[in-house]
Structure formats: C-alpha cells, structure tokens
C-alpha cells in the first residue's frame, strides 16, 4: 500500500489562529479525503479531494473553515481556519488504493486548540 | 447514513471470543473493517465484498450478509494486541464517486 505521510503530527494552537495540514503520499492517486476525528467519537468525512478540481464538502463542512488545496496527484493540503477549541480534532488524510476498493489512513494530525 | 455497530464497548480476558456487528438501513456495496489503537491512526482490517464471503486477518475474520444489510467481525481466541476499538465503515455513492462513511465504533478491552 501507499506511503501517506502528514504534517504536522501534532500541534498546540491559540484560538483565532489557522493551520495547514499537509498530506504527501508517495505514490500518484486520484481521490484524496479528508476525516475529522473528535476526541471519543468516530471518523467523519470533511471533504473529497480531486486533482484539478475544487474539493467537495460534506453536509456540515464548509470551504472559508476548511480550505482544501489539491495541486498534484501526490499532495494535498487542509487549513483550519480561524480555530476554537471544538476544532481540537485528529485530522487524517486518506486514498483510495487503486483498487479504489480500499480506504488508507494517514498518521494523522493531532491538533488541540487552546 | 452512518452504519449501526454494536456492542459499543466490549471488555474480555485472553482468549475469549467477540463479535461486533455492523448494519446499515441502506443496501450495502461493501463492508470495511478498522481498528484504531489508542494514539494512532486507524489501521485497515479487511473489505467485504459479497454477501455471505468471510474473509480473515490474523484470527480474526468477519462476515457480510448483503440480505441483511449487515456485517459481523469475529475475533477469536483474543489477544492483548486485539484492544482498540473498530470501525465498520460502509461506502455511500454520491456526487459521482464512493466515499466511506463509519460507524460509532466499538471499544474492545483485552485483559491478561
């Protein structure tokens, strides 16, 4: 399977501020996802990922909170903007394998918002 | 939809058996299987893709009865390194591709 690798593993933000999580995998694929994992709970879709096309969001995700940038088939990058302390999330990156049968996960990135 | 799992936490001593059951109100494409340990990301399990095909990881194996609308994972003779907690994940077709969406999970404690 894919290397997915992303930065940054963890971070500690001041409220208001914004972050750019970077998802690079080492191998070209089509689709990119983007999950929120809030503590205790499962994994919710924030927004799909295509190459050469503007992201889609799912039903209460929005574009001005989380910008997505999608510039080649390796890379893809995910702002938290404006960020309160509900925002304190896991955020992982994830492909379709090419199969496009098989979802992987990245390491994820532990954000706490204080 | 989100697909139903249950039991939503399971504690056992090694060697005990489990069963944690996944459903959907909606027909089933395929059925995926994680499990998160603590501190990290989820890990890929296994696919389902046809009713009734078990498939199998270590020991453990899981079930997918398209009828139904339901998978199951079965971990037998449990191991320390089985506790985490697991997702189903089932896929949903929209806006011209598949996207998969999870379940609650459920906790599993494994106990010496």
């Known amino acids: 399977s894919a290397v997915i690798s992303q930065k940054p593993s963890r971070d500690i933000c001041q409220r208001g501020t914004s972050l750019t999580i970077q998802c690079q995998v080492d191998?070209?694929?089509?689709?990119m996802f983007w999950y929120r994992q809030q503590p205790g709970q499962s994994l919710t879709l924030i927004a799909t990922?295509?190459?050469?096309?503007?992201?889609?969001?799912e039903s209460g995700f929005v574009i001005d909170k989380f910008p997505i940038s999608r510039p080649n088939l390796t890379f893809s990058t995910l702002t938290v903007s404006n960020m309160s302390p509900e925002d304190s999330s896991i955020y992982l990156c994830?492909?379709?394998?090419?199969?496009?049968?098989?979802?992987?996960f990245g390491e994820g990135s532990w954000l706490t918002v204080v | 939809q989100q697909p139903v799992q249950s039991p939503q936490a399971v504690i056992l001593r090694e060697g005990e058996d489990a069963v944690i059951n996944c459903s959907s109100s909606?027909?089933?494409?395929?059925v995926h299987w994680y499990r998160q340990k603590h501190g990290e990301a989820p890990v890929f399990l296994m696919i389902?893709?046809?009713?009734?095909e078990q498939k199998g990881h270590e020991k453990i194996s899981a079930s997918f009865n398209e009828k139904k609308q339901q998978s199951s994972l079965y971990l037998t003779a449990s191991q320390l390194s089985y506790s985490g907690t697991y997702f189903c994940?089932?896929?949903?077709?929209?806006?011209?591709?598949?996207?998969?969406?999870f379940g609650a999970g459920t906790r599993l404690a494994v106990h010496p």
């Open positions: 994830s492909i379709e394998d090419s199969s496009g049968n098989t979802i992987y």
């Open positions: 191998s070209q694929v089509t689709m």
């Open positions: 990922a295509n190459q050469g096309s503007e992201a889609t969001y």
């Open positions: 909606k027909a089933l494409y395929s």
């Open positions: 389902l893709l046809k009713g009734g």
């Open positions: 994940g089932t896929d949903m077709f929209s806006g011209g591709y598949n996207k998969l969406i």
